[in-house]
């Protein structure tokens, strides 16, 4: 099965957005998301920290905002997105709660995707006495960017404490196929669609 | 980018325009003229031309050289010329000097033909939105129905951005750069210092001093000292100067002692040797002015509704004059409209004037992003 730039979470987060709406992408990279949903017909802007990365999405010709994430938001005003992505950078983010308000008070709603710590293959990492390294999570113990690390059943929790609705959830594997069974077991990487209400 | 060379030799051109102009000051110019220069080629279709407009005390003079004075670089050469980020291989670039200037476009030390002398203090006070109209003429004169871009830094990124307002269909991208949507209180306070430097002087005679053949250097100095600390930043001086004294210097008197000191007398002397007095006062006049959100009860994104520019605003994180802050709000009020907007904020030491540098990521943004205008 085929992907777009490799990135199977793209696919099920452009596949809930439609032509015309507005998309805020925190921590977009070279821009690669946005790019994909400009060519669907979707207005877009990015917000990047990275220099590399913003002159990338400059390149790419994608709308990018040079700023850190946490602070990036305070500018916008309330419900000025259709869709707020943000995408394999939830667990690195420091102050979570906020984000995710952060997210729903400028967007009507917000696309998150993230690696699922439970994945049954970062569990046996575990079990057998080391940190789990995978596609989805790429990174070494030491070298991390990650500083949250939670499973979708902790991610559902915290979405219920802060009243958050999930609207709609996707479960893919490692080899990017969806998951339709034991998601939190099976899934290693959660996409989800969120609101404040269903 | 492969070749980063100069444009070469250049030469200065004249508008000479006998439509009057009527400026925002309620004054008419019957006739007046713009000092222009050009660089590359304007295309079949005109549409790769990129206006490049100047901050307080810059000119049309933007790159390349004087064939007479080798040595009279223009002021953004680093950023313009054959493969360099502006490249001049692909965009037709148009440098102007504005109304009101001391580098050849009508202004206070031009004979005003009514009188037979020079206008001196009668000349009106311009606004960005009168040097915006005054540079469409010239666009009109050059056969540039649209401008593939406008460029500027500072005072010069005010212009691009009333460009998008005043003229929205003229203008496909705007890049503004370390710029802000309207001075504040500070701001315009270190503006009236400066003003008031000059206006004391007991040789600027009422803004009438040519007539008496002699110029209000004192007071011009020290309005370019005091200009001159703001463009830098708290970091980079003391990088640079920090407490060191000069080698000859003595002690406790008043002469030059600390570096400091030295450096802004000189470039003070070196300013007030050269620039015209009431076009200083102007230039920080049309500063002050400069609110396009005014007209909208101070809503910037209700003034901005009608751009259909694509913008680049960039600013520098150690610009206090004009910080990064002042560009996130007209980044926001961009985004409000869901106008297409990139904004790019570059670490860097140099202040104010960061603009005016070599900074390798500054740049390869600039050319990136003018690599991706259609021409």
């Given amino acids: 099965m ?33 790019r994909l949903l400009s060519e669907r017909g979707l207005r877009g802007w990015g917000i990047e920290r990275d220099p590399g990365h913003v002159l990338a999405a400059v390149e790419n010709g994608v709308n990018v905002i040079q700023s850190n994430l946490e602070a990036g938001l305070a500018g916008f005003e309330d419900y ?31 696309v998150i995707s993230f690696p699922n710590f439970a994945y049954w293959k970062n569990r046996m990492a575990v079990l057998n ?32 404490e802060m009243g958050i609705v999930v609207r709609e959830r996707m479960v893919l594997d490692e080899r990017g196929n969806t998951v339709t069974e034991e998601h939190n077991f099976l899934g290693s990487l959660a996409v989800y669609r969120i609101g404040r209400d269903a | 980018m492969s070749e980063h060379g100069s444009i070469g030799p250049v030469e200065a051109q004249r508008l000479v325009c006998t439509e009057p102009i009527t400026l925002a000051a309620g004054i008419t110019l019957q006739s007046w003229e713009l000092a222009y220069e050009t660089y590359g080629t304007l295309n079949a279709a005109r549409s790769n031309a990129v206006l490049i407009c100047h901050a307080l005390s810059g000119h049309h003079h933007v790159a390349g050289y004087y064939p007479d004075d080798p040595k009279n670089v223009g002021w953004w050469d680093n950023l313009i010329g054959p493969g360099k980020p502006l490249d001049t291989d692909r965009f037709f670039v148009v440098g102007v000097n504005n109304l009101g200037g001391c580098h050849g476009s009508t202004g206070p030390s031009s004979i ?45 990124g005010m212009q691009a951005l009333q460009w998008t307002i005043d003229q929205p269909d003229r203008i496909r991208h705007a890049l503004v750069i370390a710029a802000a949507p309207r001075l504040t209180a500070e701001n315009i306070a270190f503006n009236d210092v400066a003003r008031q430097a000059i206006i004391t002087d007991p040789e600027f005679h009422g803004g009438n ?22 463009y830098l930043s708290d970091d980079q001086m003391a990088e640079k100067f920090g ?3 000069r080698p000859s210097a003595g002690s406790y008197g008043f002469g030059v002692e600390f570096e400091i000191e030295s450096y802004l007398r000189y470039q003070g002397d070196k ?31 209700a003034a901005l509704a ?9 600013a520098f994180t150690t610009d206090w004059r004009f910080s990064p802050a002042r560009s996130r709000e007209i980044v926001n009020a961009l985004v409000k409209n869901k106008h297409d907007v990139s904004y790019i904020e570059i670490t860097s030491p140099h202040g104010h004037d960061a603009f005016l540098m070599d900074d390798h990521y500054y740049h390869a943004v600039v050319a990136a992003y003018m690599q991706n205008i259609a021409t």
């Fill in chain 1, 2 to 34: 085929s992907h777009i730039l490799k990135r199977p979470d793209f696919d099920v987060i452009a596949g809930w957005m439609k032509a015309g709406d507005s998309v805020l992408d925190l921590g977009c990279g070279a821009g690669e998301l946005l």
């Fill in chain 1, 80 to 110: 000025a997105f259709d869709h707020v992505v943000l995408s394999r950078t939830l667990q690195t983010v420091r102050h979570t709660q906020q984000i995710l308000a952060e997210m729903l008070r400028v967007g009507r709603e917000a």
């Fill in chain 1, 129 to 160: 006495g080391r940190m789990p390294v995978s596609d989805d999570l790429p990174y070494q113990w030491y070298d991390t960017p990650n500083v949250r690390f939670f499973t979708m059943l902790d991610f559902e929790g915290l979405c219920d």
């Fill in chain 2, 112 to 156: 005003n033909s009514a009188t037979g002398e020079p206008w001196g203090a009668d000349f009106p006070v311009v606004t960005v939105s009168d040097w915006v109209r005054a540079q469409a003429k010239l666009a009109d004169e050059l056969g540039i129905a649209a401008w593939a871009a406008v460029v500027g830094g500072s005072l010069g």
């Fill in chain 2, 209 to 230: 001093f040519y007539r008496h053949n002699v110029r209000p250097t004192r007071g011009l100095r020290l309005a370019r000292m005091l200009g001159h600390i703001t």
């Fill in chain 2, 243 to 245: 407490r060191k004294r």
């Fill in chain 2, 271 to 301: 300013f007030a040797g050269w620039f015209d007095a009431n076009t200083y006062l102007l230039m920080t006049k049309a500063l002050d002015y400069f609110d396009p959100a005014e007209a909208c009860a101070g809503d910037l994104a």
């Fill in chain 2, 306 to 314: 009608g751009a259909r520019a694509k913008f680049l605003v960039v």
